[in-house]
Every structure is written in C-alpha cells, then in structure tokens.
C-alpha cells in the first residue's frame, strides 16, 4: 500500500501486522506491505493518522480505461509511469527507494529513483552492479 506521511517528522508503530515487526513513517512517500496494512490491530493505530489526514492512501487503484477492471495498485512499478516518478521524487526513505529500484523496470522511474536515492545523499543500492539507464533510453 503507497501510503504519504504528510507530517514533517518521523513515526514509528511498534510491533504491527502479522511479523510484529516495527514500520518508520518518514515524510513523504512511504510503502507499508498489504499483510501490515491489512492487520485489524496497524488500522486501529492507524485509524486517527487517517481521520486527521496525517496519512493519506494513495491510489489503490488506477483506472483500467474503458471496459476494462480498474488495476490495483500495491507497490511503485502498478503505477503509471508520470505517477511513479511522482512517488519517487515524494519518498525520502532510502530502503523504500532501494526496494523499488530492485522491481523497477522503466528506465525512467529507475531515473527518478536514482536522482532522489542521491537527493537524500544515500547509497544507490546495496548491489554495486546496478547502473544508472542511459539517458536517451525511454519507456
């Protein structure tokens, strides 16, 4: 679930969701697994965050177009590519940045996750044989 923490401070929800391990909202963009975002005990903490609009869900579904099912999105690489850069740019928790780097296949998106993994001064990623796509090369 691609959840935004609009506060400019960090929150940590100790022990959530089925592993019991602890989730770090950071500023901005933020990806919580379905299985944690689903446990009925991480909405009950979550419950006042999202009536004050603290955290707000974004797009858990993008429009499938014309007689088509709307896709339902759970991670960066189910959005469109505009939105997706958008996320990107938006997210300035490096392992977040790091996962999508490691599922991320448009040479665009990888851009904007490498630009913004910089932006926040943090390393690329763990495996040194990543490289940043050329430049003329679009999706």
Not at 3 to 14: A, C, N, S, V, Y
Not at 46 to 67: C, E, F, H, M, Q
């Amino acid at each position: 679930m691609i959840l935004e923490w609009k506060p400019q401070r960090l929150l940590t929800l100790p022990a959530v969701g089925p592993m019991g391990n602890s989730f770090l909202f950071t500023p901005g963009i933020n990806e919580m697994p379905d299985d944690v975002w689903e446990d009925k005990v991480v909405q009950a903490t979550l419950k006042s965050y999202l009536d004050r609009k603290d955290i707000v869900v974004r797009n858990t579904a993008i429009n499938g177009g014309p007689g088509k099912p709307a896709k339902k999105v759970t991670t960066l690489k189910d959005l469109p590519v505009n939105m997706a850069v958008q996320a990107a740019k938006e997210c300035i928790n490096a392992k977040t940045l790091q996962a999508w780097q490691k599922i991320e296949a448009r040479d665009i998106v990888l851009k904007a996750i490498y630009k913004q993994l910089e932006e926040i001064g943090a390393p690329e990623s763990a495996d040194d044989s990543m490289a940043l796509p050329d430049e003329g090369s679009e999706e």
